[in-house]
């Protein structure tokens, strides 16, 4: 196995957690590399479900080494949640690293995030409020505190004499939320401490050195999806990471150069939770099926996920922007019993007529865009046994080819249904 980056190719929840549990087993270090507990990672093996937010998903498989890299938003309580889900289960968390480079999500961002949200006039993102865009804010601010301060009594003190004056007063006089004296703050750092002491790497550097050197297996772990990306995605309504291919480079401790493949993992149609432009949106009876055989529902805030048919003018952009080296497509044989599916090739704008082949990223005009659609035939046929592509229903390769055509991109996994083993690998 080459050293492989997995990526969400839409808006999310495509799938990106059961193809890199798949990809684990032969990989010896996985890394997750940015975005938070925002992400929720569904992982079925042996028939258990397992949910994942900041944990990467490879942690299932002893004997791996999973690290929570620099690039991650860390939310403590949420960590220890999952942490001690995961140690009732019995799952070996021996091989868990977290990078001293992450940042901490305070509770002041998680304030200020659902206070945004809660408030917004007009502009809401529909955020997990899981306080991601103000931890981000802050840290490119260069006033948020990373893991390593809460092991430096000297940082922690002098870089709180700068960042609680400021955001106190931001608390106080911009939002009208509690504001944290130093011995407070100090108190929850102090927690913060022994609970990720276990778990902290700083020995970083020589163990992905050593990785390298002995030519072991790495795959990063996306989270969200290229339509999210804070550069590319449909800004303003995207979270504030890169989860394009090119964030596991900043993300993880290894530059771009150890990345041989690039993995861009799309569901057969489209979901968005959240608010922001969908131009394939379903809003009738079409995109409830599909939310319910989909079981479309979000795993990190139960929200329904919007649904629509598949979009190649955005795939297409993902293809390029998340630096795609092939897709990994998932969730076709929620198609099993459709008569028809619709594919997107192009957008139209309805007050010109003008037709776009490539992805408008100026998203203010895309309430005038409506689809332009190919129809395919479905194929009626359960599909979640098969295992070997030539078995499929020669109408879902005939839809699968089409994709790779318009796409201009090799579809190298094929995803039909939920557990580890219901994959064919082309
Ligand atoms: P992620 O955030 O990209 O890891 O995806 P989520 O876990 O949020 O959502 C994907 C959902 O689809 C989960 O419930 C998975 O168990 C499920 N899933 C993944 N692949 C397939 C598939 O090929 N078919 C079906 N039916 N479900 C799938
Ligand atoms: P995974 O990794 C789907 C969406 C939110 C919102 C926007 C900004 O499971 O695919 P944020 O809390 O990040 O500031 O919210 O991004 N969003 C996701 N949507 N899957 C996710 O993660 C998401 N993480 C954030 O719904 O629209
Ligand atoms: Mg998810």
């Given at each position: 196995m080459s050293n492989k980056v997995v990526i969400g190719a839409q808006w999310g929840d495509e799938g990106k957690a059961?193809?890199?549990?798949?990809?684990?087993?032969?990989?010896?270090?996985?890394?997750?590399?940015?975005?938070?507990?925002?992400a929720g990672h569904t992982v079925v093996a042996h028939?258990?479900?397992?949910?994942?937010?900041?944990?990467?998903s490879g942690i299932l498989y002893k004997?791996?080494?999973?690290?929570?890299?620099?690039?991650?938003?860390?939310?403590?309580?949420?960590?220890?949640?999952?942490?001690e889900g995961l140690k009732k289960e019995n799952i070996d968390l021996s091989g868990l690293k977290v990078s001293p480079l992450a940042?901490?999500?305070?509770?002041?961002?998680?304030?200020?995030?659902?206070?945004?949200?809660?408030?917004?006039?007009?502009?809401?993102i529909g955020t997990t409020k899981k306080g991601i865009g103000p931890t981000y804010t802050d840290k490119m601010a260069r006033i948020a505190l990373k893991i390593q301060d809460l092991y430096s009594p000297e940082a922690l003190n002098e870089k709180l004499d700068v960042i609680l004056p400021l955001k106190n007063k931001q608390l106080k006089e911009v939002y009208g939320l509690k504001t944290y004296s130093k011995e407070e703050v100090l108190a929850l750092c102090d927690k913060y401490a022994k609970l990720f002491e276990p778990y902290v790497c700083f020995d970083w550097q020589e163990m992905l050195q050593n990785f390298k050197r002995e030519n072991k297996k790495i795959l990063f772990e996306g989270a969200q999806g290229v339509m999210l990306d804070v550069d590319f995605g449909t800004y303003p309504f995207v979270t504030s990471s890169n989860p394009v291919g090119g964030g596991a480079a900043t993300g993880s401790g290894y530059g771009p150069t150890v990345i041989n493949e690039v993995i861009g993992v799309a569901k057969a149609y489209v979901t968005r939770v959240g608010e922001g432009p969908f131009v394939t949106e379903l809003t009738d009876e079409t995109g409830d099926r599909?939310?319910?055989?989909?079981?479309?529902?979000?795993?990190?805030?139960?929200?329904?996920?919007?649904?629509?048919?598949?979009?190649?003018v955005t795939m297409k952009y993902a293809c390029l922007v998340g630096g795609l080296t092939s897709i990994a497509l998932t969730k076709i044989d929620v198609f099993d019993r459709f008569d028809e599916i619709k594919l997107c090739t192009a957008y139209k704008d309805t007050r010109d007529g003008k037709i776009y082949t490539s992805y408008p990223t100026d998203?203010?005009?895309?309430?005038?865009?409506?689809?332009?659609?190919?129809?395919?035939?479905?194929?009626?046929?359960?599909?979640?046994?098969?295992?070997?592509?030539?078995?499929?229903?020669?109408n879902a390769r005939k839809y699968l080819e089409?994709?790779?055509?318009?796409?201009?991109?090799?579809?190298?996994i094929v995803s039909v249904g939920p557990d580890r083993e219901q994959t064919i690998c082309k």
């Open positions: 059961k193809i890199t549990d798949l990809l684990a087993q032969d990989a010896d270090l996985i890394i997750r590399y940015q975005g938070g507990c925002n028939g258990k479900t397992f949910k994942f937010h900041l944990i990467p004997g791996k080494t999973c690290l929570i890299g620099n690039g991650t938003v860390i939310l403590p309580e949420y960590f220890e949640q999952e942490i940042t901490i999500t305070m509770p002041w961002h998680t304030e200020v995030d659902g206070y945004s949200e809660d408030n917004a006039k007009k502009g809401k599909i939310r319910e055989v989909g079981h479309e529902f979000g795993v990190t805030t139960g929200r329904p996920r919007r649904c629509g048919w598949f979009d190649a998203v203010y005009i895309h309430k005038y865009l409506e689809p332009v659609y190919e129809s395919h035939k479905g194929w009626g046929v359960d599909i979640t046994g098969i295992r070997k592509y030539e078995d499929l229903p020669l089409r994709l790779e055509e318009v796409l201009a991109t090799p579809i190298s």
